[in-house]
């Protein structure tokens, strides 16, 4: 089993930043690849952003591209999200998740790819 325990979910106001983490424990020498999720109220999970664990490629959406830098550190088993220029429509609560054991052709952004999920941290901007 992986473990995932994300931090850094906080207020701020609009045009801000703020940087989540999600760290891994227990299976880690099994990691291949970690993403970020976002599910707003009423609204289904949605992809944000992924990397691959050896050649560190990253996957984001559009809505985040250029404002949101995924990168990992693999000696700490650790994922993070750099969050810049935030909008309110970034309010969310934010899941790190692994795959078990791979990301298979292109489903990096299908949640039904991933195995383990975090508990989630909340992202509430302010306009």
């Known amino acids: 089993q992986l473990q995932l325990v994300e931090s850094g979910g906080r207020l701020v106001q609009a045009g801000g930043s703020l940087r989540l983490s999600c760290a891994a424990s227990?299976?880690?020498?099994?990691?291949?690849?970690m993403g970020w999720f976002r599910q707003a109220p009423g609204k289904e999970r949605q992809f944000v952003a992924a990397?691959?664990?050896?050649?560190?490629?990253?996957y984001y959406t559009d809505s985040v591209k250029g404002r949101f830098t995924i990168s990992k550190d693999n000696t700490k088993n650790t994922v993070s999200l750099e969050m810049n220029r935030v909008k309110p429509e970034d309010t969310a609560l934010y899941y790190c998740?692994?795959?078990?054991?791979?990301?298979?052709?292109?489903?990096?952004?299908?949640?039904?790819?991933?195995?383990?999920w975090g508990q989630g941290t909340q992202v509430t901007v302010s306009s």
């Open positions: 998740a692994a795959p078990d054991p791979l990301i298979y052709g292109d489903g990096w952004s299908d949640p039904a790819s991933y195995a383990y």
């Open positions: 227990g299976r880690t020498w099994s990691i291949s690849a």
């Open positions: 990397i691959d664990w050896n050649d560190a490629y990253t």
